[in-house]
């Protein structure tokens, strides 16, 4: 059974708006959450993670919020840029210390 | 910047090959993984090791083994493969976890798997 889940496997945003990707978890043990880009051909990258005593965290133009109660978290990239253009996958963290994986969001900035 | 590698990049063969797909870091992190991914699926955690001697397996049932005699070097073994093996193979490590919680997992750049 999946444990994060990214329900928009695409998006399409116009370069300089904001781009808001979105995930679901359902394990409330999960600790700590992370977004991770990812290039054709490449492994994924680290891009911003957030505790779960938090609610935000902001790296440049990269913000990521978690809503606890709702088992919800977003990226949101302002403004975004024709690089940003990958795929982003968000991952969970368990008491285990195993990471879980969503599906991924393929987003495309348009120039 | 993260220094893990695995090779081969790219790798098509025969139903029934042995094979050993390789991953090794630089960083001196005790933990590794494997994950396997299909396009447009998730990353499925198949193999994890916490140090050396240590493996487990993860929750995607996996035909595959592992071995840890290294810090650096954390192979998966294919003794007879199948073209149900066709997949990704993504390799990756990360350090201890600690009480401020932030370790990442670092990627190697993937091992694309065809067996025909």
């Known amino acids: 059974d999946q444990q994060v889940k990214q329900n928009s496997p695409s998006l399409s945003v116009q370069e300089g708006r904001i781009s808001i990707l979105n995930c679901d978890y359902t394990?409330?043990?999960?600790?700590?959450f992370l977004w991770y880009k990812k290039y054709p051909a490449e492994g994924p990258t680290f891009l911003i993670s957030?505790?779960?005593?938090?609610d935000k965290n902001e790296d440049g133009r990269f913000t990521v919020f978690l809503n606890k109660s709702a088992k919800h978290l977003s990226l949101h990239i302002v403004p975004s840029q024709p690089g940003d253009s990958a795929v982003y996958f968000c991952?969970?963290?368990?008491?285990?210390?195993?990471?879980?994986f969503g599906t991924g969001t393929s987003l495309t900035v348009i120039p | 910047e993260a220094d893990i590698y695995q090779t081969p990049r790219y790798l098509v063969i025969g139903t029934g090959k042995k094979i050993t797909l390789e991953c090794s870091q630089t960083m001196g992190h005790d933990k590794m993984y494997w994950y396997q991914q299909d396009p447009g699926m998730e990353l499925h955690l198949i193999h994890y090791?916490?140090?050396?001697?240590?493996?487990e397996k993860g929750d995607l049932s996996s035909e595959s083994t592992v071995s840890r005699i290294r810090t650096e070097h954390f192979p998966l073994t294919l003794e007879s493969a199948r073209p149900s093996h066709t997949s990704q193979y993504l390799c990756?490590?990360?350090?201890?976890?600690?009480?401020?919680?932030?370790?990442?997992?670092?990627f190697g750049p993937g091992t694309r798997l065809t067996v025909l």
């Open positions: 957030i505790s779960s005593i938090k």
């Open positions: 991952a969970a963290r368990s008491m285990r210390d195993q990471f879980y």
């Open positions: 090791s916490y140090g050396v001697n240590s493996t």
């Open positions: 394990n409330s043990m999960f600790d700590y």
């Open positions: 990756a490590s990360s350090r201890r976890w600690t009480t401020s919680g932030r370790a990442k997992q670092f």
